[in-house]
């Protein structure tokens, strides 16, 4: 059994006006169907992303830890390239100032580490205004 009816609506994604053969229709095409549940898709995945990571802080602030600095705990010891991507120098510039012995390094065997908090203190120490 076929329909007559024919009843003007405005799409939810385009919010073009057409016609409607039925009275639940929400879109004036497939394309405009599918470009709207890919929209409800990635919307729903952004607010699990921001619970998942409401819920992160509230269980590092509950276990009185502090949160990771660019991928690093603030204690922990990092490699040359490590510290660069943390500082935001670049690892030339890590040399040059290893040059001065204060600069706080460990070195084993031919492994070169560095203890983020202790970097961050000399930085602050040396170059703050």
């Not at 009185?64 to 660019?70: D, E, I, Q, R």
Request: hydrophobic fraction near 35%; charge should be positive.
């Amino acid at each position: 059994m076929s329909s007559n009816i024919r009843i003007k609506k405005i799409c939810q994604h385009c919010n073009k006006v057409f016609t409607a053969k039925t009275t639940v229709t929400k879109f004036c095409s497939d394309i405009c169907a599918k470009a709207n549940y890919k929209l409800r898709q990635k919307e729903h995945k952004i607010e699990l992303s921001q619970i998942d990571t409401e819920k992160q802080l509230v269980q590092i602030k509950s276990q009185g830890t502090k949160p990771l600095l660019g991928g690093y705990a603030d204690s922990e010891m990092v490699s040359i390239s490590g510290l660069a991507k943390m500082i935001g120098l670049s690892e030339r510039t890590i040399f040059r100032l290893m040059k001065d012995p204060g600069f706080p390094k460990v070195k084993i065997g031919k492994k070169l580490l560095f203890k983020t908090n202790n970097v961050m203190e000399y930085l602050t120490s040396k170059y703050s205004i």
